[in-house]
DNA sequence: ACCTGAACACCGTTCAAGT
DNA sequence: ACCTGAACACCGTTCAAGT
């Protein structure tokens, strides 16, 4: 009954800006699945079809706030600092981890959503990349090792975060079916079982990131003897 | 104008079972993510709140599809034949990513969509797992590191896997802009970095596996020293 | 007990205006 | 050039029937 009257907006009140920090805010209150056109635009004040004004579609407008995100990310990145190759990597992948595993929208963006970056992510992203190769090729190993390593670490650790974030929205079964679960194994040989295996906790993090070094320093000394 | 008559169906015509056969036929011609209750319930023949009959929601329907999921996941896992627990994990974690690379249902079902179990899926996923750490701690592993090599090998696996699926259903930037975004580093040190690094292939995968085994094999030998 | 269409509140997007 | 509501085709789910 009391007709929905909202002023309508002067030119130019609107920008792309506004609209990409007002998705962020909204995105942050509920969650990157609850960010939706009608209620960005009653959040933003604005008629919902202006959006499309200046984002032809909900894609664009997340693939533009997917390269904000990476640039918050590295933002927080802190500068390698570490001499050891090692210690660069522990640093590097610990942070990585720390940083989207604090930000639930960032990882849904940067992680989560799509591996279809602008060129000015894949510039920061390849940068970064960079930076830990050459420390690793300065202290013995080849090009060729060096990207693999980072890429098998950045699998891994993407992988926990991707596993953390499910855990985080979607919960897992609760112990007592869990335990109930692991009863019904004909021979539970180790009880260690009934720990959830298929979580990630910081532990187990440092279990895989750890012995990745480990099989990574073996690999150094091969390599080096070859030369 | 021809009205949209369809038969009414026989009391009992209908079937939990045949209701997830459908779902996954409608979800093979499409994705996942294209499975609708409308949809589904055109695939079936059947007014759409039929369905809700069997299953209370859409997630209860996706549940019960997981677990069929998983059920055919395990039931396509050839078993262990290695002798040697390098041997093992190797076969297995090739396998496991094999099985769910070649469909994509499954892998999203049992990978990317919840982490939320049955009490069945939970079963059968712990019997697995007990099975390789059993391997391992026969062969000198205790049954505490077993555990862990186990859980970095699956976060591993299941992040490769994650990765792949986002760039099947994403696709990713065209090689032209990503040469640009590459170009466009200041100092480019290693002519390696053009290559996709953030993707994952075979020979990344491959060498992930192979490293994590080498770290495995030294931790494995200072275990054994400690005894 | 089992099957059904109409209806509701949502969504992304387009159209045809208004200023 | 920029902002807008009405409208469209979809979605998951509920209701109030029908048989």
Redesign the interface.
């Given at each position: 009954m009391p007709a929905p009257v909202r002023q309508r907006r002067a030119r130019g009140s609107i920008t792309p800006e506004a609209v990409i920090n007002g998705a962020f805010e909204l995105a942050k209150t509920e969650t990157l699945d609850g960010l939706s056109m009608p209620r960005l635009a009653r959040h933003l004040d604005v008629g919902v079809t202006s959006i499309y004004w200046y984002f032809k579609s909900k894609d664009e407008l997340l693939d533009t706030l997917t390269a904000e995100a990476f640039r918050r990310f590295y933002g927080q990145m802190p500068p390698l600092t570490g001499r050891r190759w090692d210690d660069v990597l522990r640093e590097f992948f610990r942070g990585f981890r720390r940083i989207l595993r604090g930000d639930d929208v960032l990882c849904d963006l940067c992680i989560m959503r799509?591996?279809?970056?602008?060129?000015?992510?894949?510039?920061l992203?390849?940068?970064r990349?960079?930076e830990v190769?050459?420390i690793l090729?300065e202290q013995g190993f080849s090009?060729?090792t060096?990207?693999?390593?980072?890429?098998?670490l950045?699998?891994?650790?993407?992988?926990?975060l991707?596993?953390e974030r499910?855990?985080r929205v979607?919960?897992?079964?609760d112990p007592q079916?869990?335990a109930?679960?692991?009863a019904?194994?004909?021979?539970?040989?180790?009880p260690?079982?009934t720990?959830l295996?298929?979580?990630?906790e910081d532990?187990?993090f440092e279990?895989?990131l750890?012995?990745?070094?480990?099989?990574?320093?073996?690999?150094r000394t091969a390599e080096k003897r070859e030369r």
């Amino acid at each position: 009954m009391p007709a929905p009257v909202r002023q309508r907006r002067a030119r130019g009140s609107i920008t792309p800006e506004a609209v990409i920090n007002g998705a962020f805010e909204l995105a942050k209150t509920e969650t990157l699945d609850g960010l939706s056109m009608p209620r960005l635009a009653r959040h933003l004040d604005v008629g919902v079809t202006s959006i499309y004004w200046y984002f032809k579609s909900k894609d664009e407008l997340l693939d533009t706030l997917t390269a904000e995100a990476f640039r918050r990310f590295y933002g927080q990145m802190p500068p390698l600092t570490g001499r050891r190759w090692d210690d660069v990597l522990r640093e590097f992948f610990r942070g990585f981890r720390r940083i989207l595993r604090g930000d639930d929208v960032l990882c849904d963006l940067c992680i989560m959503r799509t591996m279809r970056h602008t060129e000015e992510t894949i510039t920061l992203t390849t940068a970064r990349i960079e930076e830990v190769v050459e420390i690793l090729v300065e202290q013995g190993f080849s090009a060729e090792t060096a990207h693999e390593a980072y890429s098998a670490l950045s699998v891994y650790t993407r992988g926990c975060l991707f596993i953390e974030r499910l855990i985080r929205v979607h919960g897992i079964p609760d112990p007592q079916s869990r335990a109930r679960a692991v009863a019904a194994i004909s021979a539970p040989a180790y009880p260690g079982v009934t720990r959830l295996t298929t979580m990630v906790e910081d532990e187990n993090f440092e279990f895989g990131l750890e012995n990745a070094i480990r099989g990574l320093r073996t690999l150094r000394t091969a390599e080096k003897r070859e030369r």
